[in-house]
């Protein structure tokens, strides 16, 4: 063999068998089924007032042909305390959208201590900076989730204007990549 094909047949088996890996990593880390997005994580949101604001994100699309957001599953649920006040919801995922380091996940609110928020639909945009993530939500000029309207569209949030506080978690966006 000639110098060049060698060089070209190591590297395609080297392409080849990074594929292998990270084609396993991605099936073993959803249970054998490869993901097209993921949002996963927790943490803390800064606020100079002391407001002890949390999140957590479990939140996945299966790979396929279609790869639709609107079949995303998963959970994610976030609370707010200040002092003697405070709330905390879940909701069920319905839709994830992901680009580069920037996801958008919507889910209807299923169990809250917040009276008049379950049912209601709520978004949220993360930005995935490593330690130093943003997170935006649909709810920042309506007040609470309880005073969202019943129908906001699916996967609609606001900028990520807040940011996690250092050293109390992260948040992980696994893009998207549609098949073309």
Not at 8 to 35: D, F, P, Y
């Amino acid at each position: 063999m000639q110098r060049r094909t060698k060089i070209a047949a190591s590297g395609v088996a080297l392409l080849l068998a990074g594929g292998a890996v990270a084609g396993s990593t991605a099936a073993s880390a959803t249970g054998g089924h490869r993901e097209a997005a993921a949002l996963t994580g927790t943490a803390k949101l800064y606020r100079s007032a002391g407001d002890d604001i949390t999140f957590t994100f479990d939140a996945h699309l299966a790979a396929g042909d279609s790869a639709d957001p609107m079949k995303a599953t998963g959970t994610f649920s976030f609370s707010h305390y200040r002092g003697d006040w405070g709330a905390w919801a879940k909701a069920e995922v319905d839709c994830l959208v992901t680009g580069g380091n920037v996801a958008v996940v919507s889910g209807v609110i299923t169990d809250s201590d917040l009276p008049g928020a379950e049912g209601k639909r709520v978004g949220v945009t993360v930005h995935d900076l490593g330690r130093r993530d943003r997170l935006g939500y649909s709810w920042a000029t309506a007040g609470s989730p309880a005073q969202m309207p019943r129908d906001l569209p699916k996967c609609v949030s606001s900028a990520p204007f807040e940011k996690v506080r250092k050293g109390t978690g992260d948040f992980t966006v696994a893009p998207w990549r549609p098949q073309l």
